[in-house]
């Protein structure tokens, strides 16, 4: 067995990012940039009025107060979108708008709040400087600046400098297919009835929903029955596809058949069984150069391998920086023990309170209590043969971005 830390070296050492391809530009909200930005024009494209008021010559309001407001001809109006073509001269205001290009002669704006106005006149009662409340042209962007690099992740900001940059569409990094592979004689289709012995599939959705949550796009191809004939069929379709991810078949009963398979076809084995608990069994392979993830069946252990191992292959295949899930340092709220010498990722919810987060158990944490990930905040890490008591900090990978509503109100 290796270690968590090394599986994950080796598996991120054989996967490199896919090709690219454009897209409109909201189908880039979330993605990873393939391509430099360069700006072709500058931001703001002119000098515009940064608040509503009057454009003025500065000059003209030297020594302006409320005792000795100054004076000035309004010439006009000048609203966003629209261009005065006239010139201010001295002794001359012209009413604008908060995004208005700038006139010619103006060289400054004053805020309406400090003004008195009537239908041909405005009292100016504070004195401004050149340039003031107003946005430079080229001061947010420079033409020919490069403003955004390959490898930046479009966040709503993004999306709204490439909009103010004119980009319809932009070269992104593409979404892996995952073809997704459930192994087991026991496993029921969608259009089967429920038999004895039989049970639903549910590892082929959970591994979808988490494909997809890490940006992939799975291709379901399961469930299969465990004979190395169809199981080999199977692999060879799978790895049609960007990777592959299998459950079950992985450990040492008479019809855990995958990793026999997958070496017959000439896989080469890089990780087989990892120091963890749940996920011992899991293995990883190359087969024909395409990456293969043989998960554990039971359920939990299955989800858990998929975050540690499957979801850092798949971000680093997008072009994401981040690879792993973010950890924090939270309470516990209740003591937490593991027995096993295998470090323990258990599930957990967390609650917030004055002090910060605390962390309790989701409940039973036998590898097939599905309901334990169903309401889990993050996995709490915990080393081999240790108790944490409560009250103590441990560390935790938060899986979701806000803890989820738990059943029964027990939140």
Known sequence: MIAVEEAQRIILASVDRIGWKYVELLDALGRVLAENVIAPEPIPPWDNAAMDGYALRSEDTCDASGDRPVALRLIGTAAAGQIFDGLVEKGQGLRIMTGAPLPRGADAVIRQEDTQATDR?????????????????????????????????CRPGVIGLLAA???????VYQRPRVAILA???????????????????????????????????????GPVADTKKLLAEHLREGVRADLCVTSGGVSVGDYDLMVETLRELGAEVRVRKVNMRPGKPFTFALLGQKPVFALPGNPISCMVTFE???RPALRKMQGYSDLFHPEIRVTAAQAIVNKDRRPAYLRVILTQTDAGYTARLTGDQGSAMLHSMAWADGLAFVPGETEIPAGRQLRILLLADEPTASPLGTR
């Open 121 to 153: 006149e405005v009292f100016v009662v504070r004195e401004v400087g050149p340039g003031q409340n107003v946005r430079s042209a080229g001061e947010d962007v420079k033409t020919g600046e490069e403003v955004l690099a390959t490898g930046t992740l």
């Open 165 to 171: 940059l004119g980009r319809r569409r932009v070269a």
């Open 183 to 221: 192994t087991g004689d026991e496993l029921l289709r969608w259009d089967e009835a429920p038999t004895p012995g039989k049970i639903h599939n549910s590892n082929s959705y959970a591994l979808a929903a988490q494909v997809l949550q890490a940006g992939g796009v799975p291709v379901l191809l």
């Open 308 to 310: 540690l191992f499957v």
